[in-house]
């Protein structure tokens, strides 16, 4: 089977548990990494590809992001990270004609390509399937963690400090987990190649 043919024919990942657990998994935001290893001659016709990908992809309804990432130092493997606001929307995209025309595409420009998806707090690191050291994603984690933490101490902690613990704790984790959801697809995409362990290209 063609490399095209088995991006084509992917679906999505099923979904299984409950209904409410389907729901729910379902609601999440989704992030998916394509790698894919370009022919080295034909790395610029690969480029353009991508930056004509990114600009349909961001008109499509609940779009998030993309980005693409540049092989390290005798790498050919480039990844394009894209994320939806949940499966319904991916889905959207991925049975889009656009996709399947730019799919047709890049067929001749790529010898490899793997897929991967992230749903809801996996999503938080939007970086390839091969990532770097383990170490920088938790220093990252907990530069993050500690930032937010901090903020809420200053300036919530004044204003609910006679509240129960519980609801302060409930208060302080709702804040944390919102935050990191929204900060950390941001930071992992703008450090992404200091996550991998390679130079920014």
Do not use: K
Request: with cysteine; hydrophobic share 45%; aromatic share 10%.
């Amino acid at each position: 089977m063609s490399v095209a043919t088995r991006l084509r024919t992917l679906a999505p990942t099923r979904l299984t548990g409950t209904s409410a657990g389907r729901s729910a998994v379902a609601d999440q935001p989704v992030t998916v990494t394509a790698a894919r290893v370009v022919r080295p001659e034909q790395r610029p016709e690969f480029e353009q590809w991508a930056a004509e990908v990114q600009q349909v992809v961001a008109g499509f309804p609940g779009h998030l992001g993309c980005t693409l990432l540049h092989p390290g130092l005798g790498s050919d493997e480039y990844h394009l990270v894209y994320r939806f606001r949940d499966s319904e929307a991916l889905s959207f995209w991925e049975r889009s004609a656009e996709r399947h025309a730019a799919l047709e595409r890049v067929h001749g420009l790529i010898e490899d390509e793997r897929y991967a998806r992230a749903v809801g707090l996996q999503s938080f690191f939007a970086v390839p399937p091969r990532p770097g050291p383990p170490w920088r994603s938790w220093v990252l984690t907990v530069a993050v963690v500690l930032l937010l933490t901090s903020t809420f101490q200053l300036a919530a902690v004044p204003f609910v400090g006679n509240w129960p613990w519980p609801l302060r704790l409930l208060l302080s984790a709702v804040y944390v987990v919102s935050a990191l959801r929204v900060l950390m697809p941001r930071l992992s995409r703008w450090l992404g190649p200091w996550l991998q362990g390679r130079p920014r290209s």
